[in-house]
């Protein structure tokens, strides 16, 4: 049974951090991406940042840029988003997800390329 269980959501003040887990089972690691989504109330669900568990590659929101890090530690077939500087509008439920890395579009980020999801974790920011 694919598993995806994402953990470390909270409630943080701006400028401050937090580091999301993702861990993974029931799917062979070494040949997904795994991506990092988030969806705030009334909104669609946006890419955030991906990881190839393959070569490390990794992609990122322009919003986030310089302030999320992605990272993967294979061994333990676990992804983690660690989020620096957070602003209000960082405020949503994350999810992460996985796709097959034979689909060259998972860099994209697009919900569309993913086809396994974990649950999700509420991330809240305040002002």
């Known amino acids: 049974e694919v598993q995806l269980v994402e953990s470390g959501g909270g409630l943080v003040q701006a400028g401050g951090s937090l580091r999301l887990s993702c861990a993974a089972s029931?799917?062979?690691?070494?040949?997904?991406?795994i991506g990092w989504f988030r969806q705030a109330p009334g909104k669609e669900r946006e890419g955030v940042s991906c990881?190839?568990?393959?070569?490390?590659?990794?992609y990122y929101q322009d919003s986030v840029k310089g302030r999320f890090t992605i990272s993967s530690d294979n061994a333990k077939n676990t992804v983690y988003l660690q989020m620096n500087s957070l602003k209000p509008e960082d405020t949503a439920v994350y999810y992460c997800?996985?796709?097959?890395?034979?689909?060259?579009?998972?860099?994209?980020?697009?919900?569309?390329?993913?086809?396994?999801w974990g649950q999700g974790t509420q991330v809240t920011v305040s002002s």
């Open positions: 997800a996985a796709a097959d890395l034979v689909w060259g579009a998972w860099m994209q980020i697009t919900t569309s390329v993913y086809e396994y």
């Open positions: 029931g799917f062979t690691f070494d040949n997904y991406a």
């Open positions: 990881i190839s568990s393959r070569d490390g590659s990794t």
